[in-house]
């Protein structure tokens, strides 16, 4: 049995329908009522609990399975981050699992020049042998830490491993440098902790949630989505801050569509007005912070009146809201984003976010961020790594942004270039690239283009023909989520928890777990040693069982629970920070003495000009930027993606609602086509498509040719000085019809 479409509609609708029908959630976002869910029969299928892998959180899932086939996908009810529910794009995860366009074969590129698309089927035995010989001949000629991987998602770590083992230590992903990267730096130069993922939020028992960009409801991250409508029915006041009226937005009392790029602004006048007017938490400001004096100065002259002028918000709304934020406090939470990269100044807006918190005293409080717990996992025995130059955490051979805790990607394409970045030892030579479509989520592709055809050797493994695998020497092709086991993870959170990926089916084609690719790698490079283990069932279960666990229990119910611990002072948790200080750093000391701003302030950025509008980017709840772009199941609802056009300018240039227009940008170059979705739901100098468009991989044989690719017109970047990402919200374009109307017509 497949899932029809109706039923695909009717599973969603039961995993949000009893948290949300209060909020009328449901409803809104996906045209249903909350009283006709029906949850097909399930006689006579196996359940097969996993965790899924259409996107990165991680929810625990069961997997129903009848004559050999997955038939559907639903949350694991014992599951901490799913509580019985998925997202839509868990549901769908069939849909990855039996597309037809999947990688079959590992192949090998036949003509000179990446990205031809010439390819032929080999064998594993081929694959692996030309892939090993050309790692030993990097190794050898130029040494280890000229390879880097660029890995994304859980299955990853069987190729960190084998990095480690190999001898370098450049491990990166555009989730961080392209993501999470400033936030997770603004919060641990302010905290001494990142904010991690899952995100320590206590969005559920918050009174008051003040999101600024932070889609929910566009971006689906389970846990969350089900907190922000529990803290809903509960009464919480919602106030969103963002250009676009989102989905988040029609359940706020409060929407600030504020000016793109002025947040900073607003956050400073916010903190004007709690300073000001003696509303921020006393008593946690003076025993857990340093610097409240210098931040009452620097927010002195930062006035309601003055942000009005940059943010076009006024200064009553901008008092009123401050208000309101700060009189719900400690179960304020002034949530912290996780796509972060905006505008360059992306650190210090975190760390404004991060002050204003503190202010709050929500750290480490109920309704505000939680200390998370996690179940302590030994690890599986095998040799010490050799020393691993990690090389260092931005560009390999010397660092340049200090506060960057991981290797930049970015920052790797540039040593791998002769001449953009002078790597010491010379340019990295090698790319490993497992679960990132690097053409799709880098910004200034010519450039990603420039440093592919500079390698010697470019692996990808993946399970769909994504542009990346286009440009590869060798393409693996390994076995999806539902298919293979992974290593066993704890994950931090509010209570602790270890859950497991095992196979619920046996791999389609000649597909392979990422586990055993990466073991025949090793046993070929006399790395062996390091993957001493058979099969990966026993690995896991020997971790699990020296951690003095129930094995037999998690595979059965694909959780295990630890007791609970506090995780907020109200549980009884006693606050501690791993900064130098160990207080909460208002005024940071280790920024000053890195020769940055101490505290957060305001940089005025360029706005378009007139006819030009700003280039705004996110999600739609069915899809993973273009990790499922090409799921036919999910894009029954959402096929492709359009471009959000406010209603005044397009009257006034009299464009209609779903014609066709491309984007064209500062620097002349040309987006793919997609209709134009007419609404008052957005500001007159923006324009905002959702990411994950746009696909040319000839592979890729539903999604190729749809919709608009925002990452094409990301030609300009604001590079971050603190933590070195990049921002790619500083691009702009005009509009101009796809195709000009015949004469007369
Ligand atoms: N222009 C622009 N750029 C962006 C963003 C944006 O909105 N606009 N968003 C940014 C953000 S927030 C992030 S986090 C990054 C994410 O960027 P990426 O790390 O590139 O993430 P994905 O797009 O999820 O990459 C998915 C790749 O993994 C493959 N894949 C899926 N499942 C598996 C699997 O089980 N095994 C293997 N081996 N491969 C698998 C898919 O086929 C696809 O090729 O992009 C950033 N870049
Ligand atoms: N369905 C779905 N959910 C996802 C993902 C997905 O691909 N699909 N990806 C996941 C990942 S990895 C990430 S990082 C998150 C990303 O999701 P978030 O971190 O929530 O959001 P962003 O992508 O940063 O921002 C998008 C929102 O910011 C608004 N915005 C743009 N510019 C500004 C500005 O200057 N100021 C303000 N205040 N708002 C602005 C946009 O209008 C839009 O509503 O989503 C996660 N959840
Ligand atoms: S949020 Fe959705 S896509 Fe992501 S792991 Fe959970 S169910 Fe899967
Ligand atoms: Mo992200």
Request: net charge neutral.
């Amino acid at each position: 049995m497949t899932t029809t479409r109706r039923q695909f509609i009717q599973i969603s609708g039961a995993g949000f329908g009893a948290a949300v029908a209060g909020s009328g959630l449901v409803t809104k976002w996906w045209g249903l009522d909350a009283d006709v869910i029906h949850d097909p029969g399930t006689d006579g299928d196996t359940v097969v609990p996993t965790f899924c892998e259409l996107c990165f959180w991680k929810c625990g899932v069961l997997a129903h399975v009848r004559n050999g086939r997955v038939t559907k996908i639903v949350g694991n009810p014992e599951h901490p981050l799913s509580k019985g529910r998925l997202c839509p794009r868990g549901t769908g995860g069939t849909g990855l699992l039996y597309d037809p366009d999947r990688l079959k074969t590992p192949l090998l590129r036949t003509t000179g020049k990446r990205g031809d698309q010439a390819f032929e089927e080999v064998s594993w035995e081929k694959a692996l042998d030309f892939t090993a010989e050309k790692l030993l001949k990097i190794k050898k000629e130029y040494g280890p830490d000229k390879v880097a991987l660029f890995s994304h998602g859980n299955g990853g770590s069987f190729f960190k491993h084998l990095l480690f083992a190999y001898g370098s230590g450049n491990v990166t992903a555009p989730s961080y440098g392209q993501c999470r990267g400033p936030r997770e730096v603004g919060f641990q130069l302010t905290f001494g902790s990142p904010v991690g993922s899952p995100e320590v939020l206590d969005i559920g028992n918050s009174r008051c949630l003040t999101l600024m960009g932070s889609h929910l409801g566009e971006n689906m991250h389970n846990t969350q989505v089900q907190d922000f409508a529990r803290a809903i029915a509960k009464g919480a006041t919602v106030i969103v801050v963002d250009p676009r009226f989102s989905t988040a937005a029609g359940k706020a009392r409060y929407w600030l569509p504020i000016k793109p790029g002025t947040d900073l602004a607003l956050l400073l006048a916010w903190m004007h007005v709690i300073v000001a007017e003696g509303l921020y938490d006393r008593e946690y400001v003076e025993k857990y912070t340093t610097g409240f004096d210098e931040l009452k100065k620097h927010v002195e002259g930062r006035t309601p009146e003055w942000a009005f002028t940059e943010t076009g918000i006024d200064p009553e709304t901008i008092v009123e809201t401050a208000r309101i934020i700060a009189g719900a406090r400690p179960a304020s939470l002034v949530h912290p984003g996780r796509h972060t990269t905006w505008y360059g100044d992306d650190t210090q807006r975190s760390r404004a976010v991060a002050i204003l918190n503190a202010l709050l005293g929500s750290w480490g409080r109920r309704g505000g961020f939680f200390v998370p717990a996690s179940m302590p996992l030994p690890k599986y025995p095998v040799p010490d790594y050799p020393e691993t130059p990690k090389t260092t955490q931005d560009h390999p051979d010397d660092v340049v942004y200090p506060f960057a805790d991981e290797v930049l990607s970015h920052g790797i394409c540039d040593a791998t270039t002769p001449g953009r970045f002078a790597a010491k030892g010379g340019p990295v030579k090698g790319w490993i690239v497992y679960g990132t479509n690097l053409l799709q989520s880098l910004p200034q592709r010519p450039r990603v283009i420039e440093s592919i055809q500079n390698l010697d050797l470019l692996v990808a493994i993946d399970v769909l023909p994504a542009e990346i695998t286009g440009y590869a020497d060798v393409v693996l092709p390994e076995a999806t989520y539902l298919e293979r086991w992974d290593d066993v993870g704890s994950t931090p959170w509010s209570e602790p928890f270890l859950s497991i990926r095992q196979p619920v089916v046996p791999p389609l084609y000649e597909s392979k777990p990422g586990w055993w690719i990466a073991k025949e790698l090793a046993k070929r490079m006399d790395l062996g040693r390091y993957f001493p283990w058979n099969d990966p069932e026993g690995m896991v279960r020997e971790r699990v069982q020296k951690g003095g666990y129930d094995f037999a229990l998690l595979k059965r119910t694909g959780v295990l629970k630890g007791k609970p611990v506090p995780v907020t002072t109200e549980d009884g948790l006693e606050l501690s920070f791993k900064t130098p200080s160990k207080k909460i750093e208002i005024y940071s000391k280790q920024m000053a003495d890195a020769g940055l701003p101490p505290l957060p302030d305001y940089t005025r950025h360029p706005q378009p000009a007139d006819g030009q509008f700003r280039l705004l980017f996110g999600r739609t709840p069915t899809h993973t930027f273009g990790r499922t772009t090409n799921n036919r199941f999910l894009s029954e609802v959402y096929s492709e993606n359009q471009v959000w056009l406010n209603a005044k300018i397009a009257r006034e240039r009299g464009l209609a609602d779903g014609e066709r227009v491309v984007l064209v940008n500062q620097d002349g170059v040309r987006s793919m086509s997609a209709g134009l979705k007419i609404t008052q739901r957005i500001r007159p100098d923006c324009v905002f498509v959702v990411h994950g468009y746009g696909h040319t991989s000839p592979g890729l044989k539903f999604a190729v040719g749809r919709g608009l690719d925002d990452t094409t017109l990301v030609t300009k970047v604001a590079v971050d000085p603190v933590a070195g990402s990049t921002g790619m919200s500083v691009n702009f374009v005009t509009v101009e019809r796809a195709v000009a109307p015949a004469p007369g017509a």
